[in-house]
C-alpha cells in the first residue's frame, strides 16, 4: 500500500500539470490556482502557482494543506485573501462535513498569513511560531498593500488577523486518527517557519524550509549558513516519506535536498571561491548557476541570491 501511494504521489509530478510560470491557473472554476488533491488518505493540498503571484493566480502560490482527521479539520496555512480561504473551505465541504477546527500558519508571510481574517470569522483556532506573528505585525500591511494592488476586487473583505496562539518551540495534538506536530527546526527562508510532521503517516508538510519545483528565494534576513545548519541536524532527521513543500507538487526529501540543502551549498561554495579570489559584489551577480536555470522564478530569484549570498559570507 505505501508503495502505490508513493508512486501515486510521484505521479504528480509528472502529469500535464507540472509546475510552469507559463499556466495562468489551472483550475478557472475557483479562485484557487488548482483543485486540491488527496496526497496520502485524508490529507489534501491545494497546489499553488510556482510563479510570482500575479491577478490570474490570485496570489495562490503557495500550497494549501489539509487534514481530515475523523473529529475535525485542520488546515494549514490560511492563504494569502479572505477569498482564497472561503474558496479553500468551499473545497474542504465537498470533502467532508468536519469543521475545521484548527488553522496552522506555516511562517508570516502574506500568503500564510492574509487568509486569517476568514478563519477567524469562523471562530477557528488560528497558531502560528512567535517569531513569525511578530514578522506579520511588522510587515503585515506592506503584504497586505502588495496584495491588493495585484488582486483588486479579489482583494475584498481581507484585512490584518494575526494567530489567535503563539508557541516557541512545538504545538502537538492528538484529533482523531492523526497526530499532528507544529514544530519550529530552527532558522530557515524566514522567521518563524514552521513544518508540520505526521509521523504516524511519514509525511511532512515541509513549509518555506524545503523547495524543489521553484527556486528558493534568500531574503535580506535569509541566513543561509543557518538554514544549512537547521537541514542537517533537524529536518533530515525527520526522515520523511512524503514532503508536502510550501511550493509545488507533493515530492520526497531527495528532491527537496537536491533544491534546498544543495542548492544553498552550490551557491554558497560558488560566491566562497569568489571571495577568495577577491570578486567584488558586481560580479558576484553573475556567478554560474546554470545547473538550477530549469527552476521556476530562476530568472527573478538568481541573482539576488548570489548578492544576498555575496553580502552574508562576505563577513562570515
Known sequence: MKHLLLTATFALCTTALQASEDIADQYPGSILYSKP??????????????APPTYDNSGHNNNLSFIITGEGVVVVNSGGAYSIAKALHDEIKTQTRQPVKLVINENGQGHAMLGNAYWAEQGVKIIAHSDAASEFEDYGQQALDAMKRINKEKAENTSLVGPTEVFDQAYNITMGAFEIEARYLGP???PGDIVVWLPKQSLVISGDVAFHERMLPIFDHTMTADWLETWDNEFEK??????????GHPTNMAQVRRYTKDYLKYLRGKIGTHLENGGSLKDAYYIDQSPYKHLDTFEELATKNAGRVYEQMEFE
Open 37 to 50: 488533491v488527496e496526497v496520502i488518505p485524508h490529507v489534501f493540498s491545494a497546489i499553488g502557482a510556482t
Open 238 to 247: 525527520l526522515n520523511a516519506t512524503y514532503v508536502i513543500p510550501g511550493h
Open 188 to 190: 530557515a527562508h524566514s
